[in-house]
């Protein structure tokens, strides 16, 4: 039994320092450095805990491969993890070839804040949509655009940081 709860040991501990690893470095992209110092540091312990017991034990090839099953399943929780956390901002733009003034008082009655710009491309004018929108409202951004008009252009771009400007407000439970 004390062989199997080690084999566990060392796939669990791998997943949970590659998931801290995923946050930490998602804070860091974000300018949450205070954040990512503080994660870093239990990651680098577990990190290191768990590599000294797999390189004590060289002979156990289970240990090996508990090691990298660890550290593979760990990119699949912690991107799962970023997911679900949905840190920080977005950057919207939105070019639609029909459907840009509907498109954007949708938007805009749906709580965004749009910014429209006029451009010139190879098709002629057209007016791009802008929006910064926090990263949990993406997947509401997107039903919109798709309901409006499911052949519009679009590109998103995380943000850093945001400063300023007109963000969606929560609407507060009664």
Do not use: C
Not at 41 to 69: C, D, Q
Not at 116 to 125: A, L, N, T
Not at 142 to 150: C, E, F
Request: charged share 20%.
């Amino acid at each position: 039994m004390s062989l199997l709860f080690g084999y566990l040991f060392i796939f669990g501990a791998r997943i949970l320092d590659v998931s801290m690893g995923t946050i930490r470095m998602l804070m860091l992209m974000r300018g949450q450095k205070y954040y990512a110092a503080f994660i870093g540091f239990f990651e680098v312990i577990i990190f290191i805990v768990v590599l000294g017991i797999v390189v004590n034990e060289l002979e156990n090839p289970i240990n090996l491969i508990m090691y990298g099953l660890g550290f593979a399943t760990g990119n699949i929780v912690g991107g799962w993890l970023e997911e679900k956390l949905a840190v920080g901002f977005l950057n919207v733009q939105i070019i639609s070839k029909n459907h840009s003034k509907t498109l954007t008082e949708v938007l805009r009655e749906s709580g965004y804040g749009v910014t429209v710009i006029d451009s010139h491309g190879w098709e002629g004018e057209r007016d791009i949509l802008n929006l910064q929108i926090k990263r949990k409202d993406l997947a509401d951004v997107q039903k919109i655009i798709a309901s409006t008009d499911a052949n519009a252009y679009v590109t998103i771009f995380d943000t850093r940081k945001a400063l300023g400007g007109y963000f969606k407000q929560q609407s507060k439970k009664k």
